[in-house]
């Protein structure tokens, strides 16, 4: 190992010289060679094929008790932290909620510089699942991030001053940028999110140096009068009816990819429609491409060469965005270069990924959408009763899907892919009086509470709902081992060649457990739940272990519950080591406990029942499901706004909070609607002043 690492620095110097990049910069040799490279961490998935797999040993599953803390920076953001750090030079730069930017020294977290793009506050409004971001690419001597108002930046690496900007979206359009970019061959790769607000989905690529647009692939065809852009989206066009077009299509790009430089082929990940609602959305006819499909494109051009479509007709949001990983393996005794997905849909698929063709396939939680999948084709056997055409329907997995954003990760060692997972159900209604809006979410999903088929209730409450870290066998495609966690959320995974692996949970604890058996051999409570991907990397013969804390995303039921946060105030980096001593600051139970306001003269006269409606429709999907917020958006039970009306309309309807993401909903809704919603909030509000706690 020593000598192959001793080689390729050489070769890296030799390349300088002979190129003129210095030793430091970031360029396509550097990416390459990743593998071989210990002490970096130098792209998202740390290698093009998004393994997040260290070959790292150094930690292992005899020492890793002795792990401790080396240090940590809090944040200045009480919002979700879902990047994936990359380490290059000793120098480790990473994003937070806001699309901030930071580089601290890998060593001891001091800052060597913070970017603030300035992203306005009522700009959340378009973000579907919190203002958060994944992280930065790096190539040359620059950084590059995108940000959640649709701008791609290239940050100078030492200075953290701007180099460029491009906006990336049209600004007159809910587009928003979570993603993290890839970088190949000096392109600036950069998807965008927002296919519930009525968008076009698209992947593009910029010249890292100027910024400027090189191509552009479309995911979803735009309105057949305006023509297409190319055969590719002409064909697309066939799987689609009615009036697709003045709804966006959706099929956004808004995480997954990866790279074969052998073949030379990117992989995207396509998402959900805009809207869910098949019905509506294309008269409930035709597969709709290149929805929840994953695409394979050339680099250079952008040029289609294959895609595959896990859910057809896509009608539940089961997006195919998940994280994609690359791998060769054996599979009845032939060698195969895969490509392995766990996508929202509850199913794992191992596909050829020079020609896309599906090799194998298993649901890696229960589902009732699906009877299964076609042995030949991979196509999944619907089960019609599902689709909600008729009448409501019980659906598992639920729109938060049996696998979301957080990463996976795959061990050569053990040949397991570890899938954070979740076992969810939701009801689904066609929404008969279905409006587009402007201010919200447009899924063509009711909430009108009208019993569900009873043959789908039937089959998703025969599973237990929960959370769970999967060790995956992709060759047999089976489960290998299971750790249950008892609520939802878990988060991202690490494999490291210490037979480890590292993932956060979400009663705040950062834990490593025995790749092979699942035994959890190490854990420690960071205050706050690690959700985003952690990483690993060696300084001067240590190795460390680096996470992002912070929970974000569209709350979810469940979660930690409770009286108290059991979080800190803001999300953070901890990093750890052998032998660490540092420690977090101790949490002070008067601060983390959660107070009822003072409901004695909070009169509300409006219509509660109606006040759910809305609710339910617009505050839902960032406040929480029933008014139980288990992220860091506040749960309006708790808030003294409820007591007084008016300052609940100037929030609510003027958008006296906007600077800080709440903005105002005056356009859509009058002060009777206000009234309405506050008289539900302060109802439930006081189910919980018997016992003092929810």
Known sequence: MKMRAATWVSGVLTLAVATGVSAGA????????????????LTHGRTYDEQRYSPLAKIDQGNVKNLGLAWYVDLDTS??????????????YFTSAWSKAFAVDARSGKEKWRFDPQVAGDKA??????????????????????????????????????????????????????????IIRGKVIIGNGGAEMGVRGYVSAYDAATGRQLWRFYTVPGNPAEGFEND???????????????????????????????????????????????????????????????????????????HFQTTPAESWDYTATQHIILADLTIQGKARKVLMQ???????????????????????????????????????????????????????????????????????????????????????ETDRKFEFRTRTWNTGISRSGAPANPDTVKAAEAAEQGAALLAWDPVAQREVWRVSYPRFGNGGTLSTGGKLVFQGSVDGHFNAYAADTGARLWSYDVQNVPMAGPITYELDGEQYVATMVGIGGVAMSGGMGGGKTARS?????????????????????????????????????GDAARGKQHYDTVCAACHGAGLVSTTNVPDLRYSKAIVDATAF?????????????????????????AEAIRAYIVSQSKLLAPAGKP
């Open 26 to 41: 970031v360029d396509a040799p550097r990416i390459l060679n990743a593998a071989a490279n210990n002490s970096e961490w």
């Open 79 to 92: 919002r979700g932290q879902e990047a994936t750090p990359l380490l290059i030079d000793g120098t480790l």
């Open 125 to 182: 409004i378009d973000a579907c699942c919190d203002v958060v971001n994944r992280g930065v690419a790096a190539w040359g001597n620059n950084v590059y991030l995108g940000t959640l108002d649709g701008r791609l930046i290239a940050l100078d690496r030492d200075s953290g001053k701007p180099v460029w900007s491009v906006q990336t979206t049209d600004p007159t359009k809910r587009y928003t940028i979570t993603g993290a970019p890839r």
């Open 232 to 306: 590719v989206m002409k064909k697309a066009a066939a799987t689609w009816n009615g009036d697709w077009w003045k709804y966006g299509g959706g099929g956004t790009v808004w995480d997954s990819m990866a790279y074969d430089e052998q073949l030379d082929l990117l992989y995207i990940g396509v998402g959900n429609g805009s809207p869910w609602n098949h019905q509506i959305r294309s008269a409930g006819k035709g597969d709709n491409l290149f929805l929840s499909s994953i695409v394979a494109l050339k680099p250079d051009t952008g040029e289609y060469v294959w």
């Open 342 to 428: 766990a996508p929202k849909n509850g199913f794992f698929y191992v596909l050829d990924r020079q020609t896309g063709e599906f090799i194998s396939g298993n649901n890696y939680i229960p589902v009732n959408w699906a009877s299964g999948l076609d042995p030949l084709t991979g196509r999944p056997v619907p089960v019609e009763a599902t689709r909600y055409e008729r009448e409501p329907a019980m659906v598992m997995p639920s729109a938060i899907g049996g696998h979301n954003w957080f990463p996976m990760s795959f061990s050569p060692v053990t040949g397991y892919v570890y899938i954070p997972t979740q076992v969810t159900r939701s009801v689904y």
């Open 569 to 605: 105030k803001f999300g953070r980096v901890v990093v750890f080591k052998s032998g660490g001593s540092a420690s977090l600051p101790s949490l002070d139970e008067a601060t983390t406990a959660r107070a009822l306001p003072d409901l004695a003269n909070a009169k509300a006269d």
């Open 649 to 673: 309309k100037a929030i609510v309807l003027d958008g006296a909070l906007a600077a800080k993401g709440m903005v105002g909903f005056g356009a859509m809704y009058k002060p009777e609607d």
